[in-house]
């Protein structure tokens, strides 16, 4: 957390707060019955249809990791203690793009692996993990590690390209630019509307580069963002990363962003998607949520 409670925030004057947690009037009712119109074996078939949706959006460099991800044999699995859900650690028989001499490892998370939420439709978090990856890379912002969707061990999950984490400090000009790396991942949050941004879902690997992981509480379609990123509020998007969102927002690669996503979520998430680009394409600043006082929602 030492680089986020560094973070720089100017706020301007008069900027209203934006809702983003329950829908207004919404009862607890409301929302386990939302949930429950997405049901797992519609979740199933959404898995088919876009499992082997592996170009959508990637860019071409990713392209051989996502090959792998999804075909690679499996050398070995183990199972990743004290996670909320099951998460398994795959070895696979390829190489790992980025670690010279190591074998390509991948973090999988089976469906029927998932704990049931109040919030979020059964047997859906494999499917927003993948979403996830597709905005990240249609923006353009390489925030989120590749991700597919696989046939597994233990049943369809999926399956995102395990990160070496860096083990050394960073140096001066290095730890700088965390802050703008921290800044970017925060746009792509509210886009997402990621409702489980802690600090331990921010990962920096060996080369500095800043990577946002545990992307499956995302994409509902009504106002639910929370994150350690809090103090963001009120403020502008760098210049930057608004230009990367008005560039998806008129660029040629949303029909196509539009499309994957239609067969990953539901038709109102989509749209609910749409309308965050919106706003925050013609709004470029991030929204002011409030601090959850006395909330028992962990920053770790």
Do not use: C
């Amino acid at each position: 957390m030492a680089a986020v409670s560094r973070l720089t925030v100017e706020e301007p004057a008069g900027r209203r707060h934006r809702a983003h947690l329950d829908p207004d009037g919404a009862s607890v009712e409301d929302l386990l019955a939302r949930a429950a119109t997405q049901d797992a074996r519609t979740a199933a078939e959404r898995f088919r249809k876009a499992a082997g949706d592996l170009a959508a959006v990637a860019p071409p460099a990713d392209a051989p990791v996502l090959e792998n991800l999804a075909t690679a044999g499996i050398a070995a699995a183990g199972q990743v203690a004290r996670a909320s859900n099951a998460v398994f650690l795959l070895e696979l028989e390829a190489a790992d793009p980025h670690v010279p001499d190591q074998p390509m490892r991948a973090i999988y998370k089976p469906a029927r692996g998932e704990r049931p939420l109040w919030d979020f439709p059964r047997r859906t978090l494999h499917l927003r993990e993948r979403a996830a990856y597709l905005l990240s890379a249609a923006l353009g912002m390489e925030v989120v590690p590749p991700t597919v969707l696989r046939d597994g061990p233990v049943g369809p999950g999926s399956v995102q390209l395990y990160i070496h984490p860096r083990t050394v400090p960073l140096d001066g000009d290095a730890a700088a630019g965390i802050e703008a790396q921290l800044r970017r991942l925060a746009a792509f949050d509210v886009l997402a509307n990621n409702a489980d941004r802690k600090a331990t879902h921010l990962l920096v690997d060996g080369d500095g580069h800043l990577w946002g992981i545990d992307n499956a509480l995302t994409f509902l379609p009504y106002p639910r963002q929370r994150t350690a990123l809090l103090e963001l509020g009120g403020s502008d998007l760098a210049d930057g990363d608004a230009a990367l969102v008005r560039r998806l927002r008129t660029g040629t690669s949303l029909p196509a962003l539009r499309a994957a996503l239609g067969r990953l979520l539901t038709a109102e998430e989509v749209a609910a998607f749409d309308g965050r680009l919106e706003e925050l394409a013609d709004d470029p600043w991030y929204p002011r949520l409030d601090g959850w006082g006395g909330r028992p929602f962990e920053w770790w």
